[in-house]
């Protein structure tokens, strides 16, 4: 069992930054790819970014290639997502998943932490 808790959200104006941490329970995350979804209102949960579980290998939706960035410190059981230049499109609540399978795009969370708001100001 892995519990995942985020933080970092908030508001921020377009072509800001924000960085959202998600730390999960447990001596096993370091077994986990974990990856950062997120659902705008009356969208579909959507696909983010990953990464496998040494940090070795992410993966980025077309939209945030070179302005996000998926990290983790196993040391401090904590991945995080670097959110760079956003766009008010960016908005919606990020999500937090963890999976023993990377699966690059692919990736299916088998936990999931309760989300972070992020709001983009144009």
């Known amino acids: 069992q892995v519990q995942l808790v985020e933080s970092g959200g908030g508001l921020v104006q377009t072509g800001g930054s924000l960085r959202l941490s998600c730390r999960a329970s447990g001596r096993t995350f370091r077994n986990y790819s974990m990856g950062w979804f997120r659902q705008a209102p009356g969208k579909e949960r959507d696909l983010v970014a990953v990464?496998?579980?040494?940090?070795?290998?992410?993966y980025y939706v077309d939209s945030v290639k070179g302005r996000f960035t998926i990290s983790r410190d196993n040391n401090k059981n904590t991945v995080y997502l670097q959110m760079d230049s956003l766009r008010p499109e960016d908005a919606a609540v990020y999500y937090c998943?963890?999976?023993?399978?990377?699966?690059?795009?692919?990736?299916?969370?088998?936990?999931w932490g309760q989300g972070t708001q992020v709001t983009v100001s144009s």
């Open positions: 990464i496998s579980s040494t940090g070795g290998t992410t």
């Open positions: 998943a963890a999976s023993r399978y990377y699966a690059g795009s692919g990736f299916r969370g088998d936990y």
